[in-house]
């Protein structure tokens, strides 16, 4: 069974920084896309990055663009989301999500991700 597991939560003051994990055991972890997305408490889910298997297809959201970095280590089976400059409207619950695309294309649609993490609250205090 495919499982991604977030991890890296937490509570952050605001104009602070946090870094969030998606993990795998998945063997076949490089030929994965990983995106983020984020719902904050009554409202829609949010697209915030994602990264194609080879890492050059990335792609950001309006909302985090210039204040977010995501980035793959293939060896450790991890995608990891910098986020800087945290405001209050960051505070969301985070999911990493993931769908096998060896060619290498990230897309910003969460209908096109078949795997999903049970996601990690970020809140962000002002």
């Known amino acids: 069974q495919v499982q991604f597991l977030e991890s890296g939560g937490g509570l952050v003051q605001a104009g602070g920084s946090l870094t969030l994990s998606c993990t795998s055991s998945?063997?076949?972890?490089?030929?994965?896309?990983v995106a983020w997305f984020r719902q904050a408490q009554g409202k829609g889910r949010e697209f915030v990055a994602a990264?194609?298997?080879?890492?050059?297809?990335?792609q950001y959201g309006n909302s985090v663009k210039g204040r977010a970095t995501i980035s793959r280590d293939d060896a450790k089976n991890t995608v990891l989301l910098q986020m800087n400059s945290l405001k209050p409207d960051d505070t969301a619950v985070y999911y990493c999500?993931?769908?096998?695309?060896?060619?290498?294309?990230?897309?910003?649609?969460?209908?096109?991700?078949?795997?999903w993490g049970q996601g990690t609250q970020v809140t962000v205090s002002s």
């Open positions: 990264i194609g298997s080879t890492g050059l297809v990335i």
């Open positions: 998945e063997r076949a972890f490089s030929t994965y896309a």
């Open positions: 999500a993931a769908d096998r695309r060896p060619g290498g294309s990230a897309s910003l649609s969460a209908s096109m991700y078949e795997y």
